[in-house]
């Protein structure tokens, strides 16, 4: 049974979603603060995501994002629970290591679907049979085996949602792709989510692999379609 970390201050909000989530199959670890949340992932190392509210008593829930990351916990799926008063930009811009986010109030179905896909693209053992080997386009190395890129031989540490993106783009080298053929691809096509998504995530993958972020060479815009991956 998957295991879903909730981390929600309102108890209200919180006994809903894991209601539901229970209903859904899923086994649910609570927590009302940052810091509970960070010591109950410490606790249960297979958490297979992670639902961040943004406004705790302690501290945002993007500052706990980034301490799970920094912590080197790139398996586990993030997802944000925002509010709709909240301003997008600013919530995209501040998703440094988050892979999605679901906006209040939101549905019980809506929710367990983010969930479900976003566990269909990060567990392990429920991927289909992984294509041994590596892909190699200088200078990156990405090890298909392991999910791993490395850039002039070092390791860059991807979120296995960019890791999809990079594998995808590999896939696809020189070939311009839609937003929505990325999302497809990424997320799945039962996507709910904004296909803005994409663009988040790309942002992020350019900050660690682009030699220079503002001026990305290896993954170009191609503008009022999408992107590509080439050099
Ligand atoms: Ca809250």
């Known amino acids: 049974m998957k295991k879903v970390l909730v981390l929600e201050d309102e108890t209200n909000i919180r006994s809903f979603v894991v209601i539901n989530l229970k209903r859904a199959g899923y086994e649910t670890i609570e927590a009302g603060t940052g810091e509970e949340a960070l010591e109950q992932l410490r606790r249960n190392p297979d958490v297979s995501v992670a639902l961040l509210d943004i406004m705790l008593p302690d501290m945002d829930g993007f500052e706990v994002c980034r301490r799970i990351r920094a912590g080197g916990n790139n398996r586990i799926g993030i ?4 509010a709709r008063t909240q301003e997008m930009d600013k919530v995209t811009g501040l998703m440094t290591g988050a892979d999605d986010y679901v906006t209040k109030p939101f ?7 983010r969930i479900d896909a976003l566990c269909r ?26 999910r791993t890129l490395e850039k002039n031989g070092q ?31 990424v997320w799945g096509k039962d996507y709910f989510g904004e296909v803005k998504i994409v663009d988040v995530n790309i942002r992020r993958l350019r900050i660690k692999i682009e030699d220079d972020p503002q001026n990305p060479t290896y993954i170009t815009t191609v503008w009022g379609y999408g992107y590509k991956w080439g050099f």
């Open 79 to 82: 997802i944000m629970l925002t």
């Open 107 to 113: 549905s019980p179905a809506e929710l367990t679907a």
């Open 121 to 146: 693209r990060t567990g392990g053992s429920s991927d289909p049979a992984p294509d041994a080997g590596e892909i190699s386009q200088p200078p990156f190395l990405l090890n298909t085996r392991n």
């Open 155 to 185: 390791r860059v540490k991807l979120t296995q949602v960019e890791y999809s993106i990079v594998k995808l783009f590999m896939d696809n080298a020189g070939k311009a792709l839609s937003r929505e053929e990325i999302l497809d691809a």
